[in-house]
Nanobody, 122 residues
C-alpha cells in the first residue's frame, strides 16, 4: 500500500519561505499525478497545486500562483512556498492520484498523507 509522508512544515514569518516534501515509502507514485491540498481550522480542504507524472503539467490554485512551485523527481514531490502570507496557515497534505494527470479535484486522489503543519505569523 502507498504510504505518503509529508515533511518541511513549520513556523515562519510573513514573506518567508518553506519547502515541503512528499515521499512515497514504496516508490509507487512515479507513474501518478500528485497533488497538494491544505485545510485550515474550521475550513474545508482546498486544492493548492498538482503535477502530472512526467512533471510537464502543473496546476495551481489562484491564491498561490506566482508564489508556490511544485516539482518532482523519482521519489519525491516538492512544494516550494515563497512569499508566505498568514492566510497560508493550514495543515498541508500530499496525495497520489488515481491517474497520471495533475487533477485539481480531491476526488481524483486515492492515497493521502497525514499532513504537515504550516503556520505563518504576521
Amino acid at each position: 500500500q502507498v504510504q505518503l509522508v509529508e515533511s518541511g512544515g513549520g513556523l515562519v514569518q510573513a514573506g518567508g519561505s518553506l519547502r515541503l516534501s512528499c515521499t512515497d515509502s514504496r516508490r509507487t507514485f512515479s507513474n501518478n499525478g500528485v497533488g497538494w491540498f491544505r485545510q485550515a481550522p474550521g475550513k474545508e480542504r482546498e486544492f493548492v497545486a498538482a503535477i502530472d507524472w512526467r512533471g510537464s503539467t502543473r496546476n495551481y490554485a489562484d491564491s498561490v500562483k506566482g508564489r508556490f512551485t511544485i516539482g518532482r523527481d523519482v521519489a519525491t514531490v516538492y512544494l516550494q512556498m515563497d512569499g508566505l502570507k498568514p492566510e497560508d496557515t493550514a495543515n498541508y497534505y500530499c496525495a497520489s492520484a488515481l491517474s497520471s494527470a495533475a487533477s485539481t479535484r480531491s476526488g481524483a486522489y486515492r492515497y493521502w498523507g497525514r499532513g504537515t503543519q504550516v503556520t505563518v505569523s504576521s
